[in-house]
């Protein structure tokens, strides 16, 4: 018998040397991960979220970081990130699902790790 027919709304075949394009929306996200050794499983999803929709990873605080992911509680050393780059913002690992099961950016809200 001949092979079945796609449907529609099948997701489209990828042959070799092709590739799916995902969007891009986490693009100008940089992301230092903090503190999240304890989290292996949180912070390989939330590396894997960030970087298939366009986003990057730093591996220390610099000048170029938008985002602070961590699972902890407000800690000093985010004062001193803030003192040296004060347009940084602090959020929780499952901001960066949300925004992949969105497709797009969603607020912080209460992903938002702030000061007590």
Not at 5 to 16: C, E, K, Q, T, Y
Not at 28 to 48: I, N
Not at 51 to 59: E, I, M, N, Y
Not at 60 to 73: A, F, N, P, Q
Request: charged share 15%.
């Amino acid at each position: 018998p001949a092979p079945a027919a796609a449907a529609a709304s099948d997701p489209p075949a990828l042959s070799r040397g092709n590739s799916m394009e995902l969007p891009d929306f986490l693009a100008g996200v940089d992301c230092f991960f903090y503190d999240m050794h304890d989290s292996p499983a949180a912070l390989r999803s939330a590396t894997r979220a960030l970087t298939a929709f366009g986003g990057k990873t730093s591996d220390y605080m610099g000048d170029t970081v938008t985002h602070v992911v961590t699972e902890k509680l407000w800690d000093s050393e985010f004062d001193v990130a803030l003192a040296s780059n004060p347009s940084v913002v602090f959020v929780r690992p499952g901001w960066l699902l949300a925004c992949a099961q969105a497709k797009a950016l969603v607020p912080i809200g209460s992903f938002a790790v702030t000061a007590l």
